[in-house]
């Protein structure tokens, strides 16, 4: 509760310094808001710099053997997949073997599947089947998996650790094939090489690996291929082809 004011009436000069001294105190009040409003904004706009000087900082900052393969590979148009993936070969200027990864904007978000290639991608997949030995593992927090298989009947056993495993797209579940009643069987489907693909959760774009850029271009290039296929290419905008650590190049989708 603020402070209480007299004020003497009858008495005209009086009267009259009273009003004066409230006018004064309500002009020091707007003076001084005015002042706190221009130091909030200062303070804003600060942050804002801090922001954009951050942004700045954390850019990446790309070699010169890079922007030279980049420039290599800016032919200006889309490219057959074959001389796609030659291209890609052509400017590579890393040591190692590269992976070869396929890049896709899509028509929506939520597009998922399976597709089993026609070749190896070079990538080794851990696939477990949910048991006791399993369920005691998770209970430590210890994934040793990259794709879990269940019965089932194990469902609702599972269902504790749907926070450690959802988050890492690995909770079983029908529509990525990993609950049957016959796990054993779908645990050989994934190890022969299927693969599970779907677009990011909040974007229309889909990332997958084909295989490694020391492969024979015709396998790398039937690997895509086969992706593309199970995509559907109704569903697909464009297609980009990239080594793990090269520029990408876009790609004609055939019909």
């Known amino acids: 509760m603020g402070k209480i004011r007299t004020r003497i009436l009858g008495l005209e000069d009086i009267e009259k310094q009273q009003k004066d001294e409230q006018k004064k105190r309500s002009a ?3 003076v001084e808001k005015n002042q706190e409003e221009k130091a909030e904004k200062k303070a804003d706009v600060k942050k804002e710099e801090v922001k954009e000087q951050k942004k700045v900082s954390n850019a990446r900052v790309r070699g010169k053997k890079y922007l030279a393969a980049k420039k290599a ?8 997949l074959v001389d796609a993936i030659e291209l890609l070969k052509k400017v590579k200027y890393t040591s190692f073997d590269e992976s070869v990864d396929v890049h896709m904007n899509v028509v929506k978000t939520g597009l998922r599947g399976e597709v089993e290639l026609p070749h190896s991608t070079g990538k080794s997949v851990r696939v477990a089947i949910v048991n006791d030995t399993v369920l005691d593992q998770l209970a430590e927090n210890k994934i040793e998996f990259d794709i879990l298989i269940t019965h089932p009947s194990f469902m609702p056993k599972l269902a504790r650790f749907a926070k450690l495993l959802g988050p890492k797209g690995l909770m079983p579940n029908p ?9 054993e069987e779908v645990a050989k489907k994934f190890m022969k090489g299927t693969l599970r693909w779907k677009t990011e959760p909040k ?11 020391s492969y024979d271009t015709s396998k790398l290039a039937e690997n895509t291929q086969a992706l593309i296929n199970a995509v559907g290419k109704p569903n697909i905008k464009n297609v980009f082809v990239a080594s793990s650590m090269g520029p990408s190049v876009e790609i004609e989708i055939e019909e």
């Open 28 to 30: 020091e009040k707007s």
């Open 73 to 80: 590979a800016q032919t200006g148009k889309k490219l057959k």
């Open 175 to 183: 529509k990525a094939g990993t609950i049957s009643p016959n796990p």
């Open 203 to 213: 974007f229309p774009i889909l990332h997958q690996m084909v295989g490694k850029l």
